[in-house]
């Protein structure tokens, strides 16, 4: 029996091949039981789970968040070439509990989370002369803050759902039948997991040959938007304003550095999905779902397209820097040299070094950066007592960066609810194509959710969709699985 969380055998989990013979000794084969023998071995392990955010494939952070999450938006439709039926009732709202995209996001991200139950609990149990008691530590609360990001994804995706911390006992129903855990019960596991990867190497502590793991400043990040996301208004102010306070961080100074190969993992870089293309690694396909096919020689796919009615691309203010690096409308042809005009596409992740092959992209994908921080604060701020001086600040931050008037300026008297939705607009055209929509709008409840979707043409929207059904086929295989009552006759 295969289940989402069944015990993955580790040699599996990082990638390597192996062929055996039954006639070989069972010493020659790598199992969990005999793998974590030594630093390098946990090193490999932790390694192998930052894997699983972007590895081959429709991965999470590698287009399935984009196809899966992101066109249940009124900002993303289903492309010309978008083929798959269930990327097209996702667009259309139409999906079920029979979506294959639902599917993928409740097994990966239990197969990731998996992988790192098993690096905790098994780092934990390496002879102390066999590792480095720091990197022990730290190797383990990389692995919970890896766990934490998963959970906090699932549990927004689909309210509540089992709680698994350890690698199951055996293989039985009752050790691989777990039933849903309470929304307040995760949330508290993903707290307990990002307080203790606060202790990670702050920023620039790692060596170059660590670039791209979980830091200090990414768990206090993370935490700061679980606390905003759970509307306890004041942590999420002392967190954010703790990360600001530490000055690790900065904003570029031109917004298109933010997705700039050669300023990868830079100054306002918080936590990313690592991509590099040609190489072996995984490229950012998300470049060739969004690069218009239109033009000879860019091997675009369009997929992923520009919803028309929701008014994303005109709601940017002229002389907005963001727009000109999110969006394109004119490209020549690296093939016969012509200009063409066409359609705004997405453009974030296009990458001029990998024309012909825009799956080989190495722009990374942000997971969360400084400007989120910065808005964050200000949102927070805003909830607890109106719009206060720092607030303007913060927000304004980003603004003026992006080369638009300050907000302080355009509205200096706004009232809480006026300036909440201004922080959301600011964040709907800051975060195009980073995995931010869905998530903005179901957090601001049903009712919203519903608004804003009907407004845009999605007729279909209906509260139930704040949260996707629970994959019929995790119904199928685990009997103490219950369906949301929302999607119950969906």
């Not at 984009?66 to 993303?76: C, P, R």
């Not at 039926?85 to 097994?107: C, F, P, Y």
């Not at 549990?155 to 055996?170: I, K, Q, T």
């Not at 100054?267 to 190489?279: D, L, R």
Request: net charge neutral; aromatic share 12%; with cysteine.
């Amino acid at each position: 029996m295969k289940k989402a969380f069944v015990l993955y055998i580790v040699m599996l989990a990082i990638g390597w091949v192996s062929c055996t013979r039954l006639d070989e000794k069972p010493e020659s084969v790598l199992t969990t039981d005999n793998f974590y023998q030594n630093e390098d071995q946990a090193k490999a392990a932790v390694t192998a789970a930052y894997r699983k955010l972007y590895e081959s494939g429709q991965s999470i952070y590698n287009s399935l968040f984009q196809i899966g999450v992101e066109m249940a938006t009124d900002d993303y439709e289903a492309g010309p070439r978008a083929r798959n039926a269930h990327v097209r009732a996702i667009s259309g709202l139409t999906h079920d509990a029979s979506n294959d995209r639902m599917e993928q996001l409740w097994k990966q991200s239990y197969d990731a989370i998996n992988v790192a139950n098993i690096a905790i609990d098994r780092i934990a149990l390496i002879k102390k002369e066999n590792i480095s008691a720091t990197v022990q530590t730290r190797l383990i609360k990389e692995a919970r803050f890896l766990r934490a990001l998963h959970y906090f994804n699932l549990v927004r995706w689909f309210g509540g759902v089992p709680l698994v911390l350890h690698e199951p006992a055996s293989l039985s129903p009752e050790a691989l039948y777990v039933e849903k855990a309470s929304e307040a019960a995760v949330y508290a596991q993903i707290i307990s997991d990002l307080t203790a990867a606060e202790d990670l190497p702050a920023p620039g502590e790692y060596g170059a040959n660590d670039i791209g793991r979980a830091t200090s400043g990414a768990a206090k990040s993370l935490l700061a938007k679980v606390y905003l996301t759970r509307k306890d208004w004041a942590n999420a102010v002392a967190k954010s304003k703790e990360v600001i306070d530490h000055h690790w961080y900065a904003l570029f100074d031109n917004y298109a550095d933010v997705f700039n190969v050669g300023k990868k993992n830079g100054i306002e870089h918080i936590f990313s999905a690592q991509f590099q293309g040609n190489s072996g690694y995984q490229g950012n396909s998300l470049a060739s779902r969004s690069a218009p096919n239109e033009v000879p020689g860019i091997n675009g796919d369009y997929a992923d397209a520009l919803h028309k009615q929701g008014g994303l691309y005109e709601s940017f203010a002229e002389g907005d820097a963001r727009k000109a690096v999110t969006f394109v409308t004119q490209m020549l042809s690296p093939t016969d040299g012509k200009l063409y005009t066409f359609e705004p596409h997405f453009n974030k992740y296009y990458d001029p070094a990998v024309v012909g092959s825009q799956g080989e992209s190495s722009k990374n994908l942000p997971i969360i950066r400084y400007a989120e921080v910065l808005l964050i604060y200000a949102e927070a701020l805003n909830e607890l007592n109106g719009p206060s001086a720092e607030a303007y600040q913060a927000v304004d931050a980003v603004r003026q960066r992006a080369g638009v008037a300050r907000l302080q300026d355009l509205a200096p008297s706004l009232n809480a609810d006026a300036f909440r939705d201004s922080i959301f607009q600011e964040r709907r055209k800051e975060f195009v194509y980073e995995y931010q929509r869905w998530f903005d709008l179901v957090r601001r409840g049903p009712d919203y959710y519903v608004k804003v979707l009907k407004a845009a043409g999605k007729t279909l929207a209906a509260p139930r969709h704040i949260h996707f059904p629970t994959p019929q086929r995790e119904l199928n295989l685990n009997p103490r699985l219950k369906q949301d009552p929302l999607w119950e006759n969906y």
